[in-house]
C-alpha cells in the first residue's frame, strides 16, 4: 500500500522526508512480501490428488482427506501418524468416490519428502467406469397414491435409466418425495421399499423404492394459550388454517410467522399431537409469551430527501383490551415535519383486513414549494388471497401552499381507491419477485372541495435474477389528472414532482417538474418516472449498484422534457432494510452535477 502511494507522486514530493524513508521501506516491505510467501509455501504436509474429474467428486475426495487430530503438531510431521494416514488414504478415496457411481476406483499414494521435515502425499485415482441405472421403479401406494401432485413427484424423481448412479440424487429424491407426501396430510408415510441393486461386474444398478402414504391428517381444534389479554377471536386471526383441513407443516410454520410478524408476542410455540389424534384429526397446542403491550422509541436518521431528522413513535397494541391499536409518530427533518396519529381496528377475516382513521399535521419546505396542510382520513381495507390488498377511503384536506409567486390555501374531500399486489417473498433483500400499486382519487366542489379533479396513480418495481447472481431491478411511476379548474387551484401536495432517491437521482427531491414564468418549478399535471439498475452482490450483505433513471412531471404528452441521472451505489443490507449509497450525475444537462444520495429501506 505504501509503494501504491509514493509511487504514484511524480515530480517534487511535497513530503521529503517521507520520500527518503520510501526507499527504505521498499526493500523491507519485499522481504516481508518475500517471507509470508515462503511462510505459506512451507506447509509440512501437502496432499496432490489426480484422476478425479468433477467439482463435487473432487471436493468429496479432498473431504475424506482431512488431516486427523495428531499428524501435525506445532508444524511438525509425526510419522507413526502419517504412516497410519497414509494406508487409509485408498479407502477413503474409494468411499469418497462411491456416492457418484464409481465403484471400482483404484488409487496408489505415493510419499515424497520435498525438504527436511516437510513431505508431500501425491494421491492417483483411476475411478474406473461409473454404474449405470438399468431401472428405476419409482411407486406410491396406500390412499395417497392416486393424488395426481404427488404422482408428479414420482415422475420427477432425479434419476432416470441410463444415467450414472449418484448417491446424493438418490438420497435427495427420496427425501423430497417423503417430505411432500408429509406437506399433503400424510403423516405416516414411509418407505417400504428401498434398495439400490448393485451388479459391479456389470457396471449396473437397479433402483426399488416404495413409499406407502397411509391415511389423510386434518387439522383439529386448536388451542391458544398465553394470549388471554386479547380477544379469541382477534388471535385466531392469525391461524393460516381451518379445523378440518388438510393438515400441513408448512401451515404451522406461517401460522408462527403470523403470530411473531404482528410484534405483539415474544415467543410462540406451536405443537401439533399426531398422537392425540381422533379420526385422523390433529389437534393442535399454541403457546404464546405477550410482548411488551407500549413502546416508546425514539430515532434519529438521515436522508437527502428530506436531511438529518429525528422521530419520537408511541405504540399501544392492545387498546381497549380488543386488539386495537393506535400510534402517534413526531418526526422532525430539515426539509419535512410531521405530527400524525393512526387508531387501527383489525378486521376478522384475514391479517391484512382493517379499518384506520388517521390524522395529522404536515409541514414541507423544498426547492419547489411550501405547504402546511391538515388532514384526516378513514380506509376500509380488505385482504385478498396472493399478497393482494385493496381498499377504499375518505381524506380530509387543508392545505397552505406557496408554490412559485402563488400563496393560497384549499380545502378537499377527496374520495379514493386503492390496490396493491406484493409478490416478494424477503422484504429485506428479495431475490426475484414484483409488487405494483393502483389508486385513483378526486374531488369536486359539489362534494365540498374547492377545486375538482380526477387522478389515476400507478407505480410498480420488479426484481428479475441474472446469470452470475447479478440482479436487474425495474421501476416504474406514473399518474395523470383530470381538472376542471386551472393548475394553480390545486394543492402542491397534488400536484406532481419528479427528482429524489426514489425518482430522478441526481436531481433534489421534488425540483422537477414544468416552470412558471419566472423559472420557478410549479408542478405538473402528469407524471413519468421509470429506473433501471443492475445489482452485484458482494457477500451476503453487501451489493454495488449501476443505474440509470429517466422521468419528470408535465402537462402536456408532447412536451415532456425528460431529465435523467445515472450512477453508481452501494447497498448495505440489514434488518431495518437496506441502507442505500448512491453518487448520480445529470445526464443530458450542459453543466451536468453529481449528488450524493442517501436512504434507509427497500424503496423499490
Known amino acids: 500500500m505504501l509503494t501504491a502511494i509514493f509511487a504514484s507522486r511524480s515530480g517534487a514530493s511535497p513530503f521529503p522526508r517521507l520520500e527518503r524513508w520510501r526507499y527504505r521501506l521498499l526493500p523491507l516491505l519485499l522481504l516481508l512480501l518475500l517471507l509470508s510467501a515462503v511462510a505459506r509455501a512451507a506447509e509440512p504436509l501437502e496432499i496432490d490428488v489426480s484422476g478425479v474429474s468433477g467439482e463435487e467428486a473432487l471436493a468429496n475426495v479432498r473431504a475424506a482427506l482431512v488431516l486427523p487430530p495428531g499428524l501435525v503438531e506445532n508444524e511438525q510431521v509425526e510419522l507413526m501418524w502419517l504412516e497410519r494416514f497414509e494406508e487409509q488414504l485408498p479407502e477413503r478415496v474409494r468411499q469418497a468416490l462411491e456416492p457418484f457411481g464409481y465403484y471400482e476406483a483404484k488409487v496408489s ?67 423430497t418425495l417423503k417430505a411432500r407426501v408429509l406437506d399433503r396430510g400424510y403423516l405416516d408415510a414411509d418407505f417400504t421399499v428401498h434398495q439400490i441393486r448393485l451388479q459391479r461386474q456389470e457396471r449396473r444398478a437397479e433402483i426399488d423404492l416404495e413409499l406407502a402414504t397411509g391415511e389423510r391428517y386434518h387439522f383439529g381444534k386448536a388451542s391458544i394459550q398465553g394470549g388471554d389479554i386479547y380477544p379469541t377471536p382477534f388471535l385466531r386471526r392469525y391461524l393460516s388454517f381451518s379445523e378440518g383441513e388438510v393438515f400441513s407443516y408448512p401451515r404451522l410454520g406461517q401460522t408462527q410467522l403470523n403470530f411473531l410478524g404482528s410484534d405483539r408476542f415474544r415467543d410462540v410455540i406451536i405443537t401439533p399431537h399426531k398422537e392425540l389424534s381422533e379420526e385422523f384429526r390433529v389437534p393442535i397446542e399454541i403457546k404464546l409469551v405477550p410482548a411488551a403491550r407500549r413502546r416508546l422509541r425514539p430515532g434519529i436518521g438521515y436522508g437527502t430527501d428530506t ?244 422521468g419528470n412531471a408535465f402537462n402536456v404528452l408532447t412536451d415532456i422534457e425528460w431529465a435523467s441521472g445515472a450512477g453508481i451505489g452501494v447497498r448495505r443490507y440489514t434488518v431495518i432494510g437496506p441502507i442505500k449509497l448512491d453518487v448520480a450525475r445529470q445526464v443530458g444537462v450542459r453543466n451536468p452535477s453529481y449528488r450524493l444520495h442517501l436512504s434507509v429501506g427497500f424503496g423499490w
Open 307 to 550: 436531511g438529518a431528522r429525528t422521530s419520537l413513535n408511541y405504540r399501544d397494541l392492545n387498546v381497549l383490551h380488543r386488539g386495537h391499536e393506535f400510534a402517534a409518530d413526531l418526526s422532525i427533518a430539515e426539509r419535512k415535519q410531521s405530527l400524525t396519529a393512526n387508531y387501527i381496528i383489525p378486521g376478522l377475516t384475514n391479517l391484512d383486513s382493517q379499518t384506520a382513521l388517521r390524522s395529522g399535521f404536515v409541514r414541507e419546505d423544498l426547492e419547489s414549494y411550501e405547504n402546511r396542510s391538515l388532514f384526516a382520513e378513514i380506509e376500509e381495507q380488505r385482504g385478498f388471497s396472493g399478497g393482494r390488498i385493496g381498499s377504499v377511503y375518505l381524506r380530509l384536506l387543508q392545505e397552505d401552499y406557496i408554490v412559485g409567486d402563488q400563496d393560497d390555501r384549499s380545502r378537499m374531500i377527496i374520495p379514493g381507491i386503492r390496490f396493491r399486489h406484493n409478490l416478494y417473498a424477503d422484504p429485506i433483500r428479495p431475490k426475484r419477485g414484483f409488487r405494483y400499486s393502483l389508486e385513483v382519487r378526486g374531488g369536486h366542489q359539489a362534494l365540498g372541495s374547492d377545486t375538482g379533479l380526477l387522478q389515476f396513480l400507478a407505480s410498480g418495481n420488479t426484481v428479475i435474477p441474472l446469470p452470475g447472481q447479478l440482479k436487474l431491478l425495474l421501476r416504474a411511476q406514473g399518474g395523470t389528472t383530470l381538472k376542471n379548474e386551472p393548475l394553480a387551484e390545486i394543492p402542491a401536495s397534488l400536484r406532481f414532482f419528479a427528482g429524489g432517491d426514489q425518482s430522478v437521482r441526481g436531481y433534489a427531491y421534488q425540483s422537477l417538474g414544468p416552470t412558471d414564468a419566472a423559472g420557478q418549478v410549479v408542478g405538473g399535471e402528469h407524471l413519468a418516472v421509470g429506473s433501471v439498475e443492475v445489482e452485484v452482490p458482494l457477500g451476503e450483505d453487501w451489493g454495488v449498484a449501476t443505474f440509470f433513471d429517466l
Open 109 to 175: 499414494v505415493q510419499r515424497q519428502q520435498t525438504a527436511p521435515g516437510q513431505y508431500r502425499l501425491e494421491v492417483t485415482v483411476l475411478p474406473g467406469e461409473a454404474i449405470r441405472l438399468t431401472s428405476v421403479a419409482v411407486r406410491l401406494s396406500g390412499p395417497g397414491a392416486s393424488e395426481p401432485r404427488l404422482q408428479r413427484l414420482v415422475d420427477d424423481f432425479p434419476l432416470r435409466i441410463g444415467e450414472v448412479l449418484r448417491q446424493d440424487l438418490y438420497d435427495q429424491g427420496k427425501g
